[in-house]
């Protein structure tokens, strides 16, 4: 099924407040679900997969216990929305040639946007690999080195970002994409929790006939 980039955006952002992250990280997993589908990848059902996956668990344990060394996580997990803003936020540290290392990245193709995010702010084009994958990014365009089964790893055992680099082969975002019937209701399901649940009192102040239905 075909949505806009908005439609998309709209829907993750909901999906990932009914998932329990703030509001921040809901506009920044929102965008960059977006981003990714842009790039002809399955965002939307990455981040449902993720979802899914940290639902009713503790933030806590999913979130970098360290932005020192490697980065980890208590739980043996790294959330890729709650680890790729902390990446984006501490961009500086690649301007001075170090590398950050994640260790146990879950859904890591959610890191890379983050990623685009850091090269803007750096002007210059970060990498970011686990594997035998290599995405390149410049804040406006993608290269991708890799499989794309690799790329689409529900897993990543070590994920490194670092800067400068160089763009090969860079492709350019569309504004539609594809997602699937089944990846939007499984979305929808979060977006879901989002809604307050109808009363009497909001029946009747609501649009349409409501209560009273003069017709």
Same mark, same amino acid.
Request: glycine share 10%; with cysteine.
């Given at each position: 099924?075909?949505?806009?980039l908005?439609e998309?955006e709209?829907?993750?952002k909901? +999906?990932?407040?009914g998932g329990?992250?703030?509001?921040?990280?809901?506009e920044?997993a929102?965008?960059?679900?977006?981003w990714?589908?842009?790039?002809?990848?399955?965002?939307?059902?990455?981040?449902?997969?993720l979802?899914?996956?940290?639902?009713?668990?503790p933030?806590?344990g #999913?979130?970098?216990?360290?932005?020192?060394?490697?980065?980890?996580?208590?739980a043996?997990?790294?959330?890729?929305?709650?680890?790729?803003a902390?990446?984006?936020?501490?961009?500086?540290?690649?301007e001075?040639?170090?590398?950050i290392?994640m260790?146990?990245v879950?859904?890591p193709?959610? #890191?890379v946007?983050?990623?685009?995010?850091a090269a803007?702010?750096?002007?210059?084009?970060?990498?970011v690999t686990?594997?035998? #994958?290599?995405l390149?990014t410049?804040?406006?365009?993608?290269?991708?080195?890799?499989?794309?089964?690799?790329?689409?790893?529900?897993?990543? #055992?070590?994920?490194?970002?670092? +800067?400068?680099?160089?763009?090969?082969?860079?492709?350019?975002p569309?504004?539609?994409?594809?997602?699937a019937?089944?990846?939007?209701?499984?979305?929808?399901?979060?977006?879901?929790?989002?809604?307050?649940? +109808?009363?009497?009192a909001?029946r009747?102040?609501?649009?349409?006939?409501?209560?009273?239905?003069?017709?």
């Open positions: 099924m075909s949505h806009s908005n998309i709209a829907m993750c909901r +999906a990932a407040r329990g992250l703030s509001w921040g990280l809901c920044e929102a965008k960059g679900t977006r990714l589908a842009a790039y002809g990848y399955p965002g939307p059902e990455l981040l449902a997969d979802l899914e996956l940290n639902d009713q668990k933030r806590a #999913v979130t970098p216990a360290t932005l020192e060394n490697t980065w980890y996580a208590p043996g997990r790294l959330c890729p929305i709650t680890a790729g902390a990446m984006s936020d501490s961009a500086v540290k690649m001075n040639d170090e590398t290392v260790r146990g879950s859904q193709l959610l #890191v946007p983050f990623a685009a995010g803007l702010r750096l002007g210059a084009a970060v990498s686990w594997g035998d #994958v290599r390149t410049d804040g406006h365009r993608l290269c991708a080195r890799g499989r794309r089964d690799d790329i689409l790893a529900a897993h990543a #055992v070590e994920l490194r970002c670092f +800067a400068p680099t160089e763009m090969t082969t860079p492709a350019a569309v504004m539609r994409a594809s997602v019937e089944a990846c939007w209701r499984r979305l929808g399901v979060f977006a879901q929790r989002t809604y307050a649940p +109808a009363t009497d909001s009747r102040l609501g649009a349409g006939a409501g209560l009273n239905d003069n017709d």
